[in-house]
């Protein structure tokens, strides 16, 4: 990270107050933000998944710091990974959204494995050898649509099988596992999902499309078809409706809306950059994208409230059932995710025009091009559209504040 990010985030702080515990932590993330900051732009322009970042990543053992101490890991809180989250996001698009989906994973297996022996000898082998798990949600005709599944899983005595076509798994050649909903059986519904863990010892992989896309381009977004056989002990025992409410949408929310807080954080501090730039080459006159500059900072500081309330909201309910699983918070962490994309957007469009043609052209160090064509994928992911809908009924349910405080 360059030396103009610092005013941005002394003025905004990082999404969570740091303190004695984790200081060794962010320590060992900004030293692997440095590495992916370096190689961002190579990522981009060749499409290709952050190796660098990656191998950073595991020296500084930051994939198994979710696996409880236990296990071998570090029992990292959701705080404290938000934050890394937020660290890289800065950096490399790419290597954070890759790092929260792998996080997002493990939050579903460390908080409903149960004493399962066989996954908590994967969780160990996460932290000890610091292994990279991929994420198949999506598939078939179903879409983004993660509640639904196609693929029933077959079992034959203690084994089981999948043969499922899945149209995104990210990263999944560079993954050492992947962690994949299906059908609970042949004859069950679509909706009765569990959730199978497979290391790459249980599974081939035949592609089915590319990923050549505007941003993102390091997620290695592929679709391929996953052919596996695995025990039956990998697969949770918990049905995939509750670890979905309970674990996999609060983290993803949360988390994504960390990565794309980081996106707009860096572009917000290359505006302040080129302003103080042009401040200084005209004798201290402001130019004219000052205004857009100001609202970017105003739409930053509304995001980091969003993902802060989110969060404490997550972690005043965690542990609690039927808190976790309410229509009230299930809506409010639901519509974090749609708030933070659409601000992280807002906050990246008011920097470019901050900057002017310096920070729509590809070749000034204002650029915010690459900044502009990540985040754009932010409302994207699991469609705000399909969300807002879904939400329609719920919301015509709920009732309106009647207090502006509490």
């Known amino acids: 990270m360059s030396a103009a990010t610092e005013p941005v985030r002394a003025a905004l702080g990082s999404v969570h107050t740091l303190t004695s515990k984790t200081t060794d932590l962010t320590t060992r993330a900004r030293a692997a933000a440095q590495v992916a900051a370096a190689n961002a732009a190579a990522v981009d322009a060749e499409g290709r998944f952050p190796a660098e970042s990656f191998a950073e990543l595991r020296r500084q053992r930051l994939l ?8 071998d890991g570090e029992g990292a809180s959701i705080a404290q990974i938000l934050d890394v989250c937020y660290l890289l996001g800065q950096s490399c698009s790419s290597t954070a959204l890759i790092y929260a989906m792998h996080q997002i994973k493990m939050a579903c297996i460390v908080h409903h494995t149960h004493g399962n022996a066989t996954l908590e000898n994967i969780l160990r082998r996460v932290a000890r050898e610091q292994l990279l798990m991929a994420s198949s949600t999506t598939e078939g005709q179903a879409g ?10 077959e079992r034959r005595e203690d084994r ?6 899945a149209t995104v798994i990210s990263y999944a050649r560079e993954a050492d596992g992947i962690v994949t909903t299906a059908r609970r059986s042949a004859d069950a519904s679509a909706s009765d999902q569990v959730l199978l863990v497979l290391l790459k010892s249980d599974y081939t992989l035949e592609r089915l499309q590319g990923w050549n896309t505007l941003g993102m381009r390091g997620t290695h977004s592929e679709g391929f078809t996953l052919l596996a056989e695995a025990s039956a002990e990998q697969i949770m025992a918990e049905p995939y409706e509750k670890i979905h409410s309970q674990s996999m949408v609060p983290y993803a929310h949360l988390l994504w809306g960390g990565v794309w807080a980081g996106i707009a954080t860096a572009a917000t501090s290359k ?3 080129f302003i103080r730039h042009a401040m200084r080459q005209s004798g201290g ?4 994208g000052v205004p857009h500059f100001t609202q970017a900072v105003s739409t930053l500081r509304t995001l980091r409230g969003v993902l802060n309330s989110s969060l404490h909201s997550y972690q005043a309910a965690a542990g609690d059932e039927k808190a976790l699983s309410s229509m009230e918070f299930q809506s409010m962490i639901t519509l974090t995710k749609v708030q933070a994309s659409e601000l992280a957007l807002a906050t990246v469009l008011c920097a470019v025009r901050a900057c002017g043609l310096s920070g729509y052209r590809n070749d000034t160090e204002f650029s915010i091009g690459r900044h502009l064509r990540d985040v754009l994928s932010a409302p994207l992911m699991i469609n705000n559209d399909r969300i807002l809908a879904n939400l329609g009924t719920a919301s015509l349910m709920a009732p309106l504040p009647t207090s502006l405080v509490g």
């Open 64 to 71: 198994g710091i979710m696996v409880p101490q236990s296990l």
């Open 144 to 153: 983004g649509n993660v509640r639904s599944s196609e693929a029933p899983v």
């Open 160 to 165: 089981v099988s999948l043969h499922r076509k």
């Open 271 to 273: 505006a302040q950059a």
């Open 285 to 288: 006159q402001l130019p004219p």
